[in-house]
């Protein structure tokens, strides 16, 4: 039996909610020894969220602060992960600078709400408020008018996978440069991961690419939700899944004299004919017929209900638990099926379970000194092919060019079916595109060239036809033995809808998460913003990166694979299903979508709106004095006076974010000069450390560029 990946890493968690915690969980699963230090009084996530800290911090030890003998924990770590806002991590001498000074050997990854140069670097806010500041509550249509409280704490989740695959990144290169250095993220940056898919401002469009394709209001996919005969809600794929054209659909418009709606297609002014179509049928007629007919349609549960389906547990995605305080529960598995697996190795520690003295002799002698010279990106000198298509696929080799790989984009002569969507050039930086008919025998030399030259291949193609092709896991290490393969599915490897088709939208629903974002007794809402495509592509990166760490360290390969089931899936962790017994209760959005709370939850001002996160007993104490009837400025400054955290909701925020100098110099904020765009404004710097100098390819536009430099290559290697 081989090694877990990352045995004998010593890694020490300081910190609190979901980024931190979770990120140091999935090392800990893949064979990490993870130490989660907590304050006297406890990450508040015990509190608030006793589910979800279950599921987020097992795997782990734990103890609590010293102050005193901290420092003799990180002398014999190699990881510490915090969560402390800037100033306060400077503060306890925990800043990239001083950690570097007293433990040059030590890799920081860090995510606070901000990153060290945003104004708000020192603001240690909720998941909410940072969503309202920076205007992704006014990015959702809702069932109301204005901006609306997202459920889902997609910027927390994002993060996390961000801080994870950073820490990886430099754990690749220390092993192979004997180098060390820091990898900082944030919230603020987790929330600007999803919008690289529709914060775009281009000179013009590319041809094929004719409009937006998640607008602001009613994207298609929204607009595909239907209610059946049965009272039960489905969700189809949106234009990209083929439904309008469907035998299904085409058959029950004759039937009722409306084949004119084909012609029109879906809007928001005739969802009411639209309606009337899907209410002939129950919902199971409707996914038989659709699923005949290849188009992907999902019937939409509630968070929790795909906890107990057969594709859940065949792919390992639900683990029983025996946890201290919930109790025997099915929690959510890990996410990233890695070579050998993750597993889970014991419940979350109880407060304080572990004494602080025990956990510093454990970790044995300090580690030795490393060089932390020079600032090379952590992927530097290492090559990823990319033979994935629309979002998730892409998304994730997209990660990797920005940690420094040199990726290379390998497409069909008519392109990456994304290229019809602006989501593409959210999902494409820093790329290169060769353009080959893989089917073609003329191909199969540039193909085995470019496999044998690269040390990872992601994509997301289903793995039947990717075997056919020699791209998948077997296929390519039979021409080249060191290369690691990271795979993103639908729905998992395995199970009854292992090779059924998937998006974004059918696995929100399939996840519960359409319901949970919608309120209280509200039509099923999807959120647009492609959540668990982009996660997908997160966590496809963190999949690669322990693979790639395995290889550097102990010589073995192996593959990774996740799916979009699997991320749905662990963004509703909060959730735990009690093996006997009643459900554990979870926080429900109002119908209004307002909020979760009278406490955590946006409220009309007067010429505006205002986010409220009072999360303790004090600040909800403090809140039940503050007269909320003002105006948006008089409103924060009442409720900063009573220490409640709050923010304006602000709207229209994109073209104030990219025309913002501080987010220029963050490089979060990026202008291109592309074939295909012209100038164009994008989305990046998830990261500390990120390529900044990238466009979006054009199609094939590397292809001689990089086929003659195989072919150099090979003559080398000849003589």
């Known amino acids: 039996m081989s090694m877990p ?59 609590l602060w010293d102050a005193d003998r901290f420092d003799e924990l990180l002398a014999r770590a190699d990881v510490l992960i915090h969560s402390l806002p800037i100033g306060e991590a400077r503060e306890l001498g925990l800043d990239e600078e001083s950690l570097a000074s007293r433990h040059p050997h030590l890799i ?136 309008l054209e469907s035998p299904p659909i085409l058959e029950t418009l004759a039937v009722l004299d409306k084949v004119d709606l084909y012609e029109i297609g879906v809007n928001p002014g005739n969802r009411a004919e639209w309606a009337e179509v899907f209410a002939q049928h129950d919902s199971a007629h409707w996914i038989a017929e659709f699923a005949e007919a290849d188009v992907p349609c999902m019937r939409i549960r509630d968070l929790g209900d795909c906890f107990t389906e057969e594709q859940a547990r065949v792919n390992d995605y639900v683990v029983e638990v025996d946890d201290a305080e919930i109790g025997r529960c099915l929690q959510v598995g890990p996410p990233i099926g890695t070579t050998p697996p993750s597993v889970v190795r014991s419940p979350a520690p109880r407060l304080g379970e572990h004494e602080f003295s025990d956990v510093v ?197 192996g593959d990774a694979a996740t799916s979009l089931l699997a991320v749905g899936m662990t963004m509703a962790s909060e959730v735990a299903l009690p093996v006997s017994g009643e459900r554990l209760p979870v926080d429900r959005i109002d119908a209004e979508q307002t909020g979760i709370s009278p406490w955590h939850r946006i409220v009309p001002a007067r010429d505006g709106w205002v986010a409220i996160a009072a999360l303790t007993e004090e600040e909800r104490e403090r809140l039940d004095g503050v007269d909320l009837d003002r105006t948006a400025g008089a409103l924060l400054a009442a409720l900063e006076e009573a220490g409640v955290p709050a923010t304006r909701v602000t709207l229209d925020r994109m073209d104030a974010f990219f025309d913002d100098p501080v987010h220029r110099e963050l490089g979060v904020s990026r202008s291109l000069r592309t074939k295909g765009y012209g100038a164009l404004d994008v989305v990046g710097g998830f990261w500390s450390a990120c390529r900044s100098g990238e466009s979006v390819p054009a199609l094939g536009e590397h292809t001689a560029e990089v086929l003659d430099e195989l072919a150099g290559k090979t003559e080398v290697m000849a003589r």
């Open 5 to 63: 990946v990352l045995a004998g890493l010593r890694v020490v968690e300081l910190a609190e909610g979901i980024p931190g915690p979770f990120a140091a969980r999935l090392l800990a699963e893949a064979g990490a020894d993870v130490v989660k230090v907590e304050r006297p009084g406890g990450d508040p996530a015990r509190r608030l969220w006793p589910a979800g800290f279950a599921t987020w911090n097992r795997s782990k030890r734990g103890t």
């Open 108 to 243: 920081l990854g860090s995510v606070p709400a901000y990153p060290e140069g945003h104004p708000r670097a020192d603001w240690a806010a909720a998941d909410s408020l940072v969503q309202a500041a920076e205007g992704f509550m006014d990015e959702q249509q809702g069932n109301r008018e204005g901006p609306v409280f997202v459920r889902m704490p997609f910027p927390s989740w994002c993060a996390a996978y961000l801080v994870a695959s950073g820490v990886l990144a430099r754990l690749v290169q220390r092993e192979r440069t004997g180098t060390v250095r820091a990898m900082h993220t944030s919230v603020f940056q987790g929330a600007l991961a999803p919008a690289a898919l529709y914060w775009q401002r281009s000179e013009h469009l590319p041809e094929g690419l004719t409009g937006h394709t998640l607008p602001k209001i009613w994207p298609d996919a929204a607009l595909s939700i239907f209610a059946c005969a049965d009272g039960e809600w489905i969700q189809l794929a949106g234009a990209m899944g083929g439904w």
């Open 361 to 557: 002799a454990s970790f044995g002698d300090p580690r030795p000194e490393l060089s932390r010279a020079g600032d090379a990106l952590p992927l530097e000198g290492l090559r990823a092919l990319d033979f994935g298509s629309v979002v998730a696929g892409p998304y994730g080799a997209q990660c990797l060019a920005d940690l420094g790989a040199d990726v290379i984009k390998v497409e069909p002569k008519g392109g990456d079916r994304g290229r019809g969507l602006t989501q593409f050039a959210g999902s494409n930086r820093g790329k290169r595109s060769v353009a080959l008919d893989l089917k073609a025998p003329e191909s199969q030399e540039p193909l085995r060239r470019l496999i044998e030259s690269a040390d990872i291949v992601l994509h997301n193609m289903r793995l039947r036809p990717a075997a056919r092709l020699g791209i998948d896991g077997p296929g390519l290490r039979a021409v080249n033995p060191r290369v690691v393969f990271s795979h993103v599915s639908a729905n998992g490897q395995k199970g009854p809808l292992a090779a059924y088709p998937g998006y974004d939208p059918t696995a929100q629903a399939l996840t519960g998460w359409e319901r949970a974002n919608a309120g209280e007794g509200q039509p099923p809402n999807w959120l647009r913003n492609s959540i668990l495509d982009v996660q997908a592509g997160l966590s496809a990166t963190v999949g690669a990166l322990l693979q790639l760490f395995q290889r550097e360290h102990t010589g073995v390969v």
